[in-house]
């Protein structure tokens, strides 16, 4: 598994990779050799965020912990992603070690207007791979975003499925007007 680092605001120490490397280690038999981790260290004031996603055949894996020490931030991020595997363990072994790099997500960062009020600060490209919404939830809960857009592979739409405010799901299919 690739790791890449991000520090901001702080400067990582060897020891802490290391320790990274160790704790990842134990997760990378469940991963194809192509997954690449990227954990991101934050420090604001007294509390340091650590978030740690790990991108493997179009499948993301996202989790994020801030605590007053980095090691203990690390820990629970590695705790939590251990456990959305394990809950999910069934549905994830039809998906995983199936795909390529070209699958993952793209990211790019736009310019800053600050002068504009509805600026957009990022953008997203993902592949619109078509899954089923079963596997589009379980993909949104492993990113821990509150929707996600994707192709169903039953009607070959564009849909977006999203947490509502009760907890359940919804899902949103285009329609013609008119």
């Given at each position: 598994m690739k790791i890449t680092y991000v520090a901001r605001k702080v400067t990582l120490r060897d020891n802490f990779k290391e320790r990274?490397?160790?704790k990842l280690k134990k997760l990378e038999k469940i991963f194809s050799d192509s997954a690449e981790a990227t954990v991101v260290v934050t420090l604001e004031k007294n509390r340091q965020t650590v978030e740690i996603t790990i991108r493997d055949n179009a499948m993301v894996y996202r989790a994020e912990s801030t605590m007053p020490e980095m090691n203990d931030a690390l820990d629970k991020v590695v705790d939590m992603l251990s456990r959305q595997l394990r809950k999910h363990k069934t549905r994830l072994s039809k998906r995983l070690k199936a795909g390529s790099l070209d699958d993952l997500f793209a990211e790019e960062i736009l310019p800053d207007e600050a002068e504009d009020e509805l600026s957009i600060v990022r953008k997203k490209q993902i592949p619109l791979k078509p899954i089923s919404v079963e596997e589009a939830i379980l993909q949104?809960?492993?990113?821990?975003?509150?929707?996600?857009m994707f192709t169903n592979s039953d009607s070959g739409d564009i849909n977006v499925v999203y947490v509502r405010d009760d907890g359940a799901y919804g899902l949103l299919e285009p329609s013609a007007v008119g």
């Open positions: 990274v490397e160790r949104m809960e492993m990113t821990g975003h509150k929707f996600y």
